[in-house]
């Protein structure tokens, strides 16, 4: 397995020119599927993680992330981005803490986004977001300092922010040193050109969760990096729930030739 500085050294690699996919695995033997396509980078899924464990997205504890994020590092050799959600906790010292921690399992990125976790869905304000980011860089730069951070908004799909709040947000984020912006909910070419332009240079990450871009439509208009966030993992999932559902309703078990030779997973995790 290829050691962290290496990884580390290769995400920023990735990011400087050109546009790349991040597809998100939500465990070790998806992260090495990926890995053994062909994909330079992985990250986590918050919420195809919280699947595996049987629970709701946002239900999971900071020492099951760690853990997750620890096995995933040291089973595979390519890069991984933590989505992190947001940091595990509200004030900026703590949140920077908690990033450090990630950093420690070997992530070569970190993903802090700006949902608070209130039952209502709101954000962090202006001025707490910005402190968050930028303790969390200091942090870094102290501890791990090749660790990307990764500036994150969900004001867009939350529905909290228009587009121009979402912008502004998001430059702010980029000037107390987040190294990579991502603003998920852009589905627009027009809305994504923007975004690129309000934070230049800094690298940005899009979110596809249908076929309504591809990659050279995103990498025309100045993207960094492609994510696709539990989409991978509602399709291993779907097809669970079709073969059961199949066997479950008719008794017949035709499903079950449709799965991956036993010999070419085996063959794939071997040592």
């Known amino acids: ?46 919420a195809g993680f919280a699947w595996t464990l049987g629970r709701q997205d946002n239900h999971v504890t900071l020492d099951d992330v760690l853990a997750h994020l620890k096995a995933m590092c040291a089973r595979t050799s390519v890069p991984v981005n933590a989505d992190f959600e947001n940091g595990f906790a509200r004030e900026p ?16 990125g970190v993903s802090i986004e ?8 709101s954000l962090y304000d202006d001025a707490l977001t910005v402190e968050r ?16 951070l990764v500036g994150r908004s969900e004001g867009l799909l939350h529905g909290q922010l228009h587009l121009q709040q979402a912008l502004d947000r998001m430059v702010a984020i980029a000037e107390a040193g987040a190294d990579v912006i ?9 809305d994504i050109a923007a975004l690129v332009r309000a934070v230049a240079p800094k690298p940005v990450s899009v979110l596809i969760a249908g076929p309504y871009l ?3 439509q995103v990498a025309e208009l100045g993207v960094r990096r492609i994510s696709v966030g539990g989409q991978l993992t509602r399709l291993a999932y779907s097809a669970l729930f079709n073969a059961a559902n199949h066997i479950a309703d ?12 036993r010999k070419q997973i085996n063959d794939l995790f071997a040592d």
């Open 1 to 46: 397995m290829t050691d962290t500085a290496e990884k580390r050294a290769a995400f920023r690699k990735l990011h400087e020119e050109g546009c790349f996919i991040m597809p998100n695995a939500w465990d070790v033997g998806s992260a090495r599927i990926l890995e053994s396509i062909g994909f330079k980078a992985v990250a986590s899924t918050s």
């Open 93 to 108: 010292e703590a949140v920077a803490a908690n990033a450090v921690l990630a950093a420690q399992a070997g992530i070569a």
């Open 114 to 121: 700006d949902l608070s976790g209130d039952a209502d869905g």
């Open 133 to 148: 980011i930028r303790a969390c860089r200091m942090a870094l730069d102290a501890e791990a300092p090749e660790t990307l």
């Open 182 to 190: 991502f603003l998920p909910g852009l589905r627009q070419k027009d």
């Open 214 to 216: 591809n990659l050279e």
């Open 250 to 261: 008719t008794g017949d078990f035709a499903p079950l030739i449709e799965g991956v030779p």
